[in-house]
């Protein structure tokens, strides 16, 4: 994921290693399948027997993804012992600017509903729930109208 967001989106990084965001600009946010076919072998390592698991769990999110133009914060992750600092908010807010200035919406998905008020306070709105697999865990789509 690292490397498509590198290549085709903006990789944001607050002091160092305490957080990182990783936004794909509109029409960039779907992974090309020849990089899918390139990162197999390191997911293969990562999840073991849980890597076709985790390929239909990511399928069912892409389902529901939007197709009109948006930025997608596709990862956004502090440090613990450094939550609470106005890293994520920090990491998130020059491109939220530019989705203003741009007049684009932007988008991602929660996979925690602790999240859902932190993200509500950057003007994200839940706009439905996924249920990943029959037992699996929710995940909450957030959209951002620009301002």
């Excluded at 930025?71 to 990491?91: H, N």
């Excluded at 037992?135 to 109208?145: A, E, K, Q």
């Amino acid at each position: 994921m690292r490397r498509h967001h590198i290549v085709h989106g903006e990789v944001l990084v607050e002091d160092d290693t305490a957080g990182a965001a990783m936004w794909d600009p509109p029409d960039k946010w779907r992974i090309p399948l020849r990089e899918q076919l390139a990162a197999g072998p390191s997911l293969i390592r990562a999840m073991g027997a849980r890597t076709f698991t985790g390929m239909r769990a990511l399928a069912e999110v892409e389902k529901k993804h939007p197709r009109e133009p948006h930025w997608y914060l596709a990862v956004l992750g502090t440090e613990p012992a450094s939550q609470g600092k106005g890293i994520g908010s920090a990491l998130m807010q020059p491109i939220l600017d530019r989705c203003d200035s741009e007049g684009l919406p932007a988008y991602l998905e929660s996979s925690k509903d602790t999240n859902i008020p932190f993200y509500s306070r950057h003007g994200f709105e839940v706009t439905g729930e996924i249920k990943i697999g029959k037992d699996g865990p929710m995940v909450w789509p957030m959209w951002r109208t620009p301002k």
